[in-house]
């Protein structure tokens, strides 16, 4: 009974349509009755777009020049973190069957002009022709499209600049937003230098850009496996935190563009609510087979989030969904905002309210870790129990409490809860952890 009054208390109520833009300004166009609830509105308001996929704080991407034979290498170690990565190509000499495998793995497949000449110093036909060619025979001889550009020597005039972008819907070294950085990695790189590239780059949202060309002694200044790794592992660590992303030239710059060319509307009617993606400019993308967008949702308790849109892909992060589609099958999204089942009401209550107990590491892929396992104070543990978050007991322990096997669980977020007696009196700690 208690919910079919809800329900009729948001069909009486609202009619509501919310705009802002990608800055977050926020404007309510209509709002037909204040008597809204306010926990629905809050987390409304602060739905918004975000500028990286999964809302990282940054954007990395590795690309590697001129065509060489190690770089089927590099894709493949790259592939072995999950990682796509971005190849500019010389299309006078291509290895094309093993450039063709790198592509069908998902790595990028982009220009270097067709002979590797400066466009800074050549005229208007001639950069025309080197831009122009090396596109029509890399999308012949792959199969692709080539959708990415970058200059040789990195010389460039304002005129070569509007011819790349005549042919490219990308360039490496310049873009329509200020924010990039780049990073020539040489032989003589050192892990201390891209360390604090890195983390530079992350506190200011840049897309960081690390370009280099060959391994093991092929091609200029090339790095040795030992160091990619390296590298890739410092990378690898902020990636589990969600902070970094990592992808290519063309997937990067897309987010980063369509954040800054769209708007979101918000209307709720009932418990529907529609996000509608304005602005979309479908000519603009035309050629990519894909332009994806992730907006960010705020986790309270109060509601429980589900699509309706068909391919929306759902992410609980932290403490926030992130829902990701490809406007070019859909340019809305419509969810369901319901009220959270009492299971899960109940558990993200309690951990909001109770103590909190440190486990490590976090994201966790196999083993849960527990410090102070045993005996604080005077008390000692009775049990540790793991929830999903629904609400529901997916794993109790009653020995051994120093560490907890998680690898059978699947990915997501989850809460523990320390059962202790201290004293005479039972005492809760809580802590949550990421499932990956
Ligand atoms: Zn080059």
Redesign the pocket.
Known sequence: MKSFTRVNYYKLAIILFFSFNAHGQDNIITQENKKVDDAILEVIDSIKICKWKYDAQSCINFSF??NLLSQTKISKIFDQYGFKSTY?IIPNSMYIDSLKDMAARGHEIGS?TYS?VSLGGIDSLEIDFQTRKSKEMIENCIGIKCLSFAD??HETTEMSKNIVFSYYSYARNYSKYINHSYYPLFSSSTLQQLTNYISKGISKGEILLIAGHGLEGDGYSPISEHFLREILNLVNDYNYNGVLWVTTIKEGIQYENLYHELMLEKKFTNDTLILSFKNFNKLKYKNEDKAMISIKIPFNSSFEITRVTQNIEKKMHDDKYIFTMDLKKDTSMVLIMKNSSPLTKNIIDEFKTTNLFTIYPNPIHKVLRIQDSRIMGNGEILSIEIFNTDGKLIQKQITNFSEIDVSRLKKGLYFVKKNMQIDSTIKVYMAKFLKF
């Open positions: 020049d001129d500019f270097h590797h040789p020597y």
